[in-house]
């Protein structure tokens, strides 16, 4: 696997709401930065979720609204055992309301091929 692989992978299984899969993409002492900084809801510390524990907190969290969300890479760049890709994730909330945001993500790859942090730039 390559660090280009792992946006698609991470995305493709949140859209598909498969959270085991997610998980799986990630080593177990993984960082999850979403965003960068904190988030009132997501990360009121701004310190990040730590380990596959906490992540599968966290995509309780922000899966809990029942949105879905689909995800669009505008632009992706691997170097070494990291990827940046720009993207555009649109929720679309239950009631047929949508809203898109822009991301920057982040991903670090383990020697092992999985994720190691994911860093998520966005406001």
Known sequence: MKPEDLP???MGAVQARDKET???LFEDD???EDPVGGHPMLDPEGKGQRGKEAIGKFYDLFSSSGATMNFEIHHLVGCGTEAACLVTMTSTMPDGTSHAQKLLNVY???PAGKIASLRSFWN
Request: aromatic share 8%; no cysteine.
């Open 22 to 24: 997610w998980l799986a």
């Open 30 to 32: 993984a960082v999850v």
């Open 108 to 110: 670090k790859m383990s």
């Open 8 to 10: 698609g992978k991470s």
